[in-house]
């Protein structure tokens, strides 16, 4: 953490004429948190990011004159932010609602605003860190309104800013000055540096996600839960209509394979319709957000036997609360794998991690990608995934004992397979039976790859 009021615990150098900067504030417009400083010596002011989320690995430094940037690593999008924002203040008088739960001289504050949802939840998990390791400070949470029912007990207080998450990126002068004035109110004050990846060793999801609905009614007598984390911004295909057809496809080859199948769609927008077959189907996808609603998916997920959705910030909460997932990358994500993740912090053999998050490639819209791999893939999680871990184990435990939890599973899979991919086993009522399917199968594979 860095201390920030009353005095700045940061040093830095003209990038001109590398003289002592004399650091004369802080400023906190949004998701930056900035050093106000002046050259003693060519008189030059700047704004200097102080080492919080991602200016840890990117700092920039911004000419308050001349706009201009100085910066050590070629951090476009990033470098980008700070001088777009910069030149269009936002004038509008927006401020942060406050949460009071208990009265704190010294605190700390954790900055969860950003611009993409994905980067203001990763921050948020820092929240933990602190409440743990440093009790003696009020944890102060500047968070979107979007997240903040995802704040765990035990802070001081919430800072809710009601704009869209979408809009964190902007610089907001009434915040700016909101953000002076409140340093001025305690005895001391520390910024936490919000770190933009935190291992899952330092947060517990329970804390976070709380207080969900009981949704045992819906589900009773369904398994497995197979949930689709859907989205319409980036597809699995090259258009909605591609999309719309691998998920009836995936949804009709589970529902084949698992009689109480119950598939459940989350997320935002409705322009794909999937019509429903023997097995359930419950969707909840909705066009805006809302705390019931995201409370609501929540729920599902925690249940969930597998999630399966395409790269992104949607897969991060389903990820650290399903048992298992599959997530289908893009060529053009590959250099952000891991980084839409929340590993369990309860994996004591890494095997764990390989066992319960799984990853397809493929091309920029993922056409490439074929629905029959997709449900290969989790029908063999949800059947072996049980039997993997229990050998893993074994030179750990007593009993070299095991028995699935539902061994139906096994059998279901294990007589697909071997329909599937291993058709000249069985008689030849069996075989021809066999060979029925596999052409079905082979013709569904073809659909895959059109338009």
């Known amino acids: 953490m860095i201390k920030i009021s009353p005095t700045i615990d940061f040093n830095a150098k003209c990038p001109s004429d590398g003289a002592d900067l004399d650091i ?25 990011d102080l080492p919080v989320a991602h200016a840890l690995w990117s700092p920039v430094i911004l000419n308050q004159k ?35 739960f208990f009265e704190a001289n010294r605190i700390i504050i954790v900055n969860c605003l950003d611009f993409l949802y994905g980067h203001s939840l990763l921050k948020l998990l820092n929240v933990q860190r602190h409440l743990d390791n440093d009790p003696e400070l009020g944890c102060c949470v500047l968070v979107p309104s979007q997240l903040v029912h995802l704040v765990p007990d035990g802070v001081a207080e919430i800072w809710e800013f009601p704009v869209a998450i979408k809009e964190g990126g902007k610089w907001y002068c009434s915040l700016q000055s909101w953000m002076n004035e409140q340093l001025t109110q ?15 060793r330092v947060y517990d999801l329970p804390r976070f996600v709380r207080n969900l609905p009981d949704i045992s009614p819906e589900i009773r007598g369904g398994k497995p839960i197979i949930l689709y984390s859907y989205r319409e911004d980036r597809l699995w295909g090259r258009t909605l209509t591609h999309q719309q057809r691998n998920l009836q ?18 997320g ?6 999937i019509s429903a077959t023997r097995a359930k189907l419950i969707d909840l996808r ?19 036997d597998c999630v399966i959705g395409v790269h992104g910030s949607n897969m991060l909460l389903p990820s650290g609360l399903a048992k298992s997932t599959v997530e289908l990358v893009p060529q053009s994500r590959l250099g952000n794998i891991f980084q839409d993740i929340l590993f369990s912090r309860h994996f004591q053999d890494i095997r764990e991690g390989f066992l319960n998050y799984r990853f397809i490639y493929g091309n920029d819209n993922l056409s490439d990608v074929r629905t029959s791999i997709v449900a290969d893939l989790i029908m063999g999680i949800i059947a072996y995934n049980e039997r993997h871990s229990f050998w893993f184990k074994v030179s750990e435990s007593e009993s070299n004992e095991f028995n699935y939890s539902n061994p139906e599973f096994s059998q279901l899979v294990a007589q697909y397979f071997s329909i599937r991919y291993n058709p000249n086993s069985y008689n030849l009522k069996t075989k021809l039976k066999s060979k029925i399917t596999k052409f079905h199968l082979d013709r569904l594979h073809k659909l895959d790859t059109e338009e």
């Not at 004369?24 to 200097?48: E, F, N």
């Not at 496809?249 to 989350?266: C, E, G, H, N, Q």
Request: aromatic content about 16%; proline content about 5%; overall charge neutral.
């Open 24 to 48: 004369t504030g802080v400023a906190i417009p949004g998701m930056r948190c900035l050093i106000d400083s002046i050259c003693p010596c060519c008189g030059t002011a700047y704004y200097l």
């Open 286 to 304: 909705t066009d805006r957000f809302n705390v019931d609603c995201d409370r609501l998916w929540m729920a599902y997920m925690c249940v969930s």
């Open 268 to 273: 935002f927008g409705n322009n794909n319709k």
């Open 249 to 266: 496809k995936l949804y009709t080859r589970l529902s084949a394979i698992f009689p109480d199948l119950v598939f459940v769609l989350i």
């Open 186 to 200: 305690y005895e001391e004050c520390y910024l936490s540096k919000a770190y933009p990846h935190p291992s899952h």
């Open 66 to 100: 001349t706009a201009e940037i100085y910066e050590s690593r070629k951090f476009y999008w990033f470098n980008k932010l700070l001088k777009e924002g910069f030149l269009n203040q936002v004038d509008l008088e927006i401020v942060p609602i406050v949460h009071k």
